[in-house]
T-cell receptor
Framework: RKEVEQDPGPFNVPEGATVAFNCTYSNSASQSFFWYRQDCRKEPKLLMS???SGNEDGRFTAQLNRASQYISLLIRDSKLSDSATYLCVVSGSSASKIIFGSGTRLSIRP | NAGVTQTPKFRVLKTGQSMTLLCAQD?????MYWYRQDPGMGLRLIHY???????AKGEVPDGYNVSRLKKQNFLLGLESAAPSQTSVYFC???????????FGAGTRLSVL
């Protein structure tokens, strides 16, 4: 079993729709959680950190469920520019323990 | 502010050739990482460094060596390239105490 698992997609949704992804992790001792965005042939960039109480940044909402060991990302009122691959990242206390999911591909259609 | 800079951006090698990928960061970050990204595999850690003069193996270190002689630079070497090393290589850095990584633009390597 992979340490961090994501549905690879692709999710193909119309502009203006709401879309949500989940990511599950296997290590219950994981401490920090993030969503990164990666555009085609580009480097990953931090989208948002994920906090225990849940957090929102504009149209994006991230949630953490420690009991079930998953994090989620909700995108409201999706834009064409949201088309990208979204990477779930889980980290522990060790310098090397930053684990990336394989990513979920999102495509927004006009 | 350049952030994390990788050179070269593209390279084609023949099997058995050697090369060095350079990663430079100007953010005074202690930690630096080398990843490879292959389709469907996500980012896999090759080697990392927690400070100048120190390096450690990651998940997929075989066939690669690294050096961190200066805090701002992290070099990844391929001594004898193999087709299995065809990939996109990303360097990342972060500050101690914070797990947010900053990535370079990547190096696309093809080994024929």
């Amino acid at each position: 079993r992979k340490e961090v698992e994501q549905d690879p997609g692709p999710f193909n949704v119309p502009e203006g729709a709401t879309v949500a992804f989940n990511c599950t992790y296997s290590n219950s001792a994981s401490q920090s959680f993030f969503w990164y965005r990666q555009d085609c042939r580009k480097e990953p960039k931090l989208l948002m950190s994920v906090y225990s109480s849940g957090n929102e940044d504009g149209r994006f909402t991230a949630q953490l469920n420690r009991a079930s060991q998953y994090i989620s990302l909700l995108i409201r009122d999706s834009k064409l520019s949201d088309s990208a691959t979204y990477l779930c990242v889980v980290s522990g206390s060790s310098a090397s323990k930053i684990i990336f999911g394989s990513g979920t591909r999102l495509s927004i259609r006009p | 502010n350049a952030g994390v800079t990788q050179t070269p951006k593209f390279r084609v090698l023949k099997t058995g050739q050697s090369m060095t990928l350079l990663c430079a960061q100007d953010m005074n970050h202690e930690y630096m990482y080398w990843y490879r990204q292959d389709p469907g595999m996500g980012l896999r850690l090759i080697h990392y460094s927690v400070g100048e003069g120190t390096t450690a193996k990651g998940e997929v270190p075989d066939g690669y060596n690294v050096s961190r002689l200066k805090k701002q630079n992290f070099l990844l070497g391929l001594e004898s390239a193999a087709p299995s090393q065809t990939s996109v290589y990303f360097c990342a850095s972060r500050i101690d105490g914070e797990n947010i990584q900053y990535f370079g633009a990547g190096t696309r390597l093809s080994v024929l």
